[in-house]
């Protein structure tokens, strides 16, 4: 499945974001899906996924703050981002997800730059 991802942009530290992530092919419903992020010089981190049967699971560093959600009629997968840290600066990526080890497979979009600033 080929992703796009959309939504990032530059915001003040305690704003809000919503990222999207178009999937192309039928594939998207039938696969638990997860965002990634990853910051200079840091390793991809799964921040949250989205089972078949919509399930959620997130990474502590942002339980809490950011809504992992899905529209299978659409192939489209969400990410509220609420109360915003510079910490959370970096390129946001989703991807098809092994949900019990939150890895990810398949291939990656480009991605799209979040920016939070102090």
């Known amino acids: 499945v080929q992703v796009v991802e959309s939504g990032g942009g530059l915001v003040q530290a305690g704003g809000s974001l919503r990222l999207s992530c178009k999937a192309s092919?039928?594939?998207?419903?039938?696969?638990?899906m997860g965002w990634y992020r990853q910051a200079p010089g840091k390793a991809r981190e799964c921040v949250a996924a989205s089972s078949v049967g919509s399930s959620t699971y997130y990474a502590d560093s942002v339980k809490g703050r950011f809504t992992i959600s899905r529209d299978n009629a659409k192939n489209t997968l969400y990410l509220q981002m609420n109360s915003l840290k510079p910490a959370d600066t970096a390129m946001y990526y989703c991807?098809?997800?092994?949900?019990?080890?939150?890895?990810?497979?398949?291939?990656w979009g480009q991605g799209t730059q979040v920016t939070v600033s102090s």
């Open positions: 092919g039928s594939i998207f419903r039938f696969n638990a």
């Open positions: 991807a098809l997800t092994r949900i019990v080890t939150m890895t990810p497979f398949g291939s």
